[in-house]
């Protein structure tokens, strides 16, 4: 990635949601904490997966801050210590939020299966893209900056596709915590700001894709311009 400044500036916008949103998370997060819920984090995504007969998903204890996820190799939910054995909104939220992936996972949710085989191209795809962009304008090769620009709309597809699965858990989770009786009144609402504020991060993620990808493409375009000017 070019981190100059004409490239900071041009994802500034991203870059600015993505900070009001982590202050959103923040915030709705430790409101959230004040707001008791009648079980653990833990309690309510056992109870939410085995209403749906999903025995066979477990429970277990990561560390780290917000390091919550579903593991749908292992058919396992990692919850952070506090979200784990928190009796408040914020915990059965997120933990809900996260039962509602492995849902996904035993509906065959069709956005996530894609998303799911996407991974290694995310994981992969910015290293990949970086390495090819910066070769392909050293040596003056339009292939390989194509081949760079191809490898980091992996990138984007991806965060495209995460949206709807963000979303839908994080619907199926504030649903099912009404209809289990998971929340009162003020807990549902502590649970809708916790969940609401964090899908704002993934569509800033999304948006800095988006914009560090037609980035590239000016980029592209520069270069080729020059070469052409030159010639």
């Known amino acids: 990635m070019f981190f100059n400044v004409k490239y900071l500036i041009f994802i500034s916008p991203a870059l600015i949601l993505m900070l009001w949103a982590q202050w ?3 915030a709705a997060y430790h409101r959230g904490l004040q707001v008791p819920a009648p079980l653990s984090g833990a309690a309510a995504a056992r109870y939410i997966l085995d209403c749906a007969n999903c025995h066979d998903v477990g429970i277990e204890v990561a560390h780290g801050w917000l390091s919550d996820h579903y593991d749908p190799s292992c058919r396992v939910l990692r919850l952070s210590e506090e979200i784990y054995e928190s009796h408040s909104a914020t915990a059965v939220g997120i933990a809900a939020h996260e039962a509602g992936h492995a849902l996904q996972h035993a509906d065959q949710y069709a956005p996530l299966m894609v998303r799911n085989a996407a991974v290694p191209a995310a994981q992969f795809g910015p290293t990949a ?11 003056g ?5 194509i081949l760079g620009i191809l490898s980091f709309s992996m990138i984007v597809l991806f965060q495209v596709i995460n ?16 209809q289990l009786n998971l929340v009162d009144g003020d807990g549902a609402i502590a649970v809708r700001d916790v969940l609401n504020a964090a899908g704002w991060t993934y569509v800033a993620a999304t948006l800095q894709s988006v914009l560090t990808l037609v980035y590239y ?12 000017d030159r010639s």
């Open 129 to 139: 893209a970086s390495i090819l962009f910066i070769l392909g304008l050293v040596m």
């Open 141 to 145: 090769s339009p292939a390989l900056i």
């Open 163 to 178: 949206l709807p699965v963000e979303f839908d858990a994080s619907n199926r989770a504030k649903r099912l915590l009404g």
């Open 217 to 228: 493409i000016v980029q592209f375009s520069g270069a080729l311009n020059h070469r052409d």
């Open 24 to 26: 959103r998370v923040k």
